[in-house]
């Protein structure tokens, strides 16, 4: 069975610029959760969906949004990106948020 | 407020060791405990899940307890391998219904040939 796929793997963007990255998880899981993850911070919970809605936000301003899609895949937005928006962009899938939680690749983000 | 830590945050021992990586939390009230693996500039990989109601899972060569009453995890590493370097991180749900993992900041392994 296909794992959690992210698109893209690599991106670079310029400050102010806007950004979508996008999950696609294992056929059937219906909860997709976001993370952001740097050196100095670690793993950071972003936003976590099931059934198209947003169930939970983490502290991240509203700069960060995403949505779900009816198929499950689920996009994540970034916009006036800052350096510190540069991090690995890390996408997890379970049937439910509760449940075992399997990662994508991760999309590297880098502002410059 | 959830708190994960994992102690030691670096380890480095010769290979065929058996070593036990540790993961604290200080909210006993937790759903779930996962443990990862992640290599350099990649993705989680999930090695296991213990929910709250058992306390240890084992697969291959891994052993993970976890005893909430405590707030401890211990991920058992028998017969290390220079395959098994990677930084491992554990992440605990809660029960309050909150649809997150919270994640420790990781212990990395170099076990070495």
């Known amino acids: 069975k296909a794992g959690v796929t992210q698109t893209p793997r690599y991106l670079i963007k310029t400050r102010g610029q806007q950004v979508t990255l996008s999950c696609s998880p294992i056929s059937g899981h219906r909860s997709v959760s976001w993370y952001q993850q740097t050196p100095g911070q670690g793993l950071q919970f972003l936003f976590e969906y099931f059934s198209e809605t947003q169930r939970n936000k983490g502290n991240f301003p509203g700069r960060f949004s995403g949505r779900q899609f009816s198929n499950s895949r689920s996009e994540m937005n970034v916009s006036t990106l800052e350096l510190g928006d540069s991090a690995l962009y890390l996408c997890?899938?379970?049937?439910?948020?509760?449940?075992?939680?399997?990662f994508g690749p991760g999309t590297r983000l880098t502002v410059t | 407020k959830q708190e994960v830590t994992q102690i030691p945050a670096a380890l480095s021992v010769p290979e065929g060791e058996n070593l036990v990586l540790n993961c604290s939390f200080t909210?006993?009230?937790?759903?779930?405990l996962q443990w990862f693996r992640q290599d350099p500039g990649k993705g989680l990989t999930s090695l296991l899940l213990?929910?709250?109601?058992?306390r240890e899972q084992t697969s291959g060569r891994l052993n993970a307890s976890l005893d909430k009453s405590s707030g401890r995890s211990t991920l058992y590493i028998a017969a290390s391998q220079p395959g098994d370097s990677a930084t491992y991180l554990c992440a605990v749900s809660d029960s309050s219904g909150t649809y997150k993992y919270i994640f420790g900041t990781g212990t990395r392994l170099k076990v070495l040939a």
């Open positions: 997890a899938s379970s049937l439910e948020a509760d449940y075992e939680q399997y």
């Open positions: 213990i929910q709250s109601s058992q």
């Open positions: 909210d006993s009230a937790i759903y779930n």
